[in-house]
């Protein structure tokens, strides 16, 4: 469950980030290495996926909340 729980997270964080960026994404991260990439898209990504933790934490109750999230 904890290998595929990583890659729910990696796509959570991956989704996020880009429906972010797209959305509200104003202020460049790095122009000159991916002018694409935006801080409003790196936020939303992480933040997504804190949720996903506490999520995964609620249903499944193996690990702790600590250990979902971090």
Do not use: C
């Amino acid at each position: 469950m904890l290998l595929l729980s990583f890659f729910i997270f990696v796509w959570t964080n991956d989704t996020f980030a880009y429906l972010m960026g797209v959305n509200f994404g104003h202020h460049r991260l790095f122009e000159r290495i991916s002018p694409a990439k935006s801080w409003e898209g790196a936020l939303g990504g992480i933040l997504f996926t804190i949720m996903m933790g506490f999520l995964f934490s609620y249903l499944f109750k193996e690990l702790t909340i600590l250990q979902w999230i971090g």
